[in-house]
């Protein structure tokens, strides 16, 4: 069975850190790098939901193609989730999600570092909105992942003989 996996934690959390191990070993699905492709910049209110369109096309096609995916985005609310969990379901793939728990002051503190002022209303927007993933929801496999530690915690988490398809 394929492969659906997704992060969930907040921005500047260690996320794309944790994409960086599979970036040979599935297709990276982001919105980030979507919003990028489609109209250039990091975020347009105007364009939001093309960019959400574009992604469940894209997502569709993987699926139907049965690649192994690897979802890099924030998927803070049940509500995120629950569209791509059903969409995995549909074409049996096995979900995992690498719940990423880095807090909210961490977060902001790598924001400062790097400069990124833009990202800090959102850090907290999204510390207040989170709802922690459960196996209810759809999920077969929830792992839970230290911010502090997401290099050190990734070999022991991860199956390493995914493979791309």
Known sequence: ????FFTLGLPRGGKTTLRNYFKNKCVIVSADD???IIYGERYNQNRENEVWEHRKYLLNYLMSQGKDIFIDET???KKRRESLIMMAKEYNYII???YINTSESVCIKRAE???DQYIIPIIK???EQ???PIIEEGIDRILSIDGLKVKEEIESLINPNIENK
């Open 1 to 4: 069975m394929p492969n659906l």
């Open 34 to 36: 979507l919003r990028y």
């Open 75 to 77: 998927n803070t609310t």
């Open 96 to 98: 995992t999600c690498f």
């Open 113 to 115: 570092v790097e400069n």
């Open 125 to 127: 927007r999204m510390a």
């Open 130 to 132: 989170l709802e922690t």
